[in-house]
């Protein structure tokens, strides 16, 4: 099957390498509310301790976010993320050589997370603030844009598509167009469907099922299913550390398929999940 995207990226200090497979992308949120493992690791020393628990578990890059962007949840303080976000940044950055991705959509935070050492953003509003797309082309840093319907506060009340395949690929190609206009190269795009961000189960399901639509556009695809309500509501697990297999399955699903990272929050376990999924794959 094809994968997306160029089989190597580099670009100043840093590398991702594509041509064993997908990679792995540790989540490590910083926060006290997110909806899987929130004031888990809002502790300094925790949040470093879990990042490298990632890096050692075998993740290639390690996204820190300050701000959880759950169902319901509500906007954080550019001053209160940067406060949670950069002193995690400067620790991982001086003890691990995996890249730093910083989870935000504002360009203060990013920036700051930039200046701390972080070598690329992962931005769920797709560069709604341009100024973050040209901060990424003058850092020459890559970028995740990712589709949401509404906000973090309303995305979950009632979404509703005509064609949510062809309606969340056709804002994800405007939104990369648009950054490749702005200097960002489109070897240094990711593009994320958005999963659990404004779509219910079905809409959810269809995308992972037409993945390979995304895939066929030839930028580089992440997808982040991760202990996600869906997968709760598919095996009956009301608890999001109790949905490990039910992600692991999704995880398979988009290793096999040819996406270029999973973001997720047991580490070790989809390291293991991926590896497999792509020995199975024809012609590897």
């Known amino acids: 099957m094809k994968s997306s995207g160029k089989k190597v990226i580099e670009w100043p200090g840093e590398k991702l390498d594509f041509s064993a497979g997908c990679l ?3 989540i490590l949120n910083v926060t006290p509310d997110s909806f899987s493992d929130g004031g888990q690791f809002f502790d300094l020393g925790k949040a470093v301790e879990h990042g490298l628990q990632m890096t050692a578990g075998g993740a290639a890059i390690i996204d820190v976010g300050g701000e959880s962007t759950r169902p319901g949840s509500a906007p954080v303080s550019v001053a209160q993320q940067i406060k949670r976000v950069v002193p995690v940044i400067e620790a991982l950055y001086d003890k691990t050589d995996v890249p ?3 989870d935000t959509y504002k360009y203060e935070v990013a920036k700051a997370a930039l200046d701390a050492g972080a070598a690329m ?3 769920i509003t797709a560069l709604s603030d341009e100024r973050v797309g040209e901060l990424a082309a003058e850092r020459q840093v890559p970028v995740v844009l990712m589709h949401m319907q509404g906000t973090p506060a309303t995305m ?3 979404p509703k598509y005509d064609d949510v395949v062809g309606e969340v690929l056709g804002f994800l190609l405007d939104r990369a167009k648009r950054a490749e206009k702005i200097g960002i190269s489109k070897d240094m795009i990711f593009i994320d469907p958005g ?3 404004g779509k219910t189960t079905e ?3 269809e995308l992972l099922r037409n993945i390979d639509k995304f895939i066929a556009t ?4 992440l ?3 991760s202990r996600k309500r869906f997968i709760g509501q598919i095996t009956g697990k009301e608890k999001p550390a109790e949905r490990i297999f039910g992600t692991a399955a999704t995880v398979a699903l988009c290793a096999a398929a040819g996406v270029s990272i999973v973001r997720v929050h047991d580490v070790a376990e989809m390291v293991d999940v991926v590896a497999v999924a792509y020995r199975i794959k024809p012609g590897t």
């Open 195 to 197: 999963i659990g961000f």
């Open 100 to 102: 730093i991705s910083i």
């Open 156 to 158: 979950q009340n009632e």
């Open 223 to 225: 997808v982040g299913t």
């Open 24 to 26: 792995v992308m540790g």
């Open 203 to 205: 809409h959810n399901l």
């Open 218 to 221: 030839g930028y580089h695809i």
């Open 121 to 123: 953003i992962n931005d």
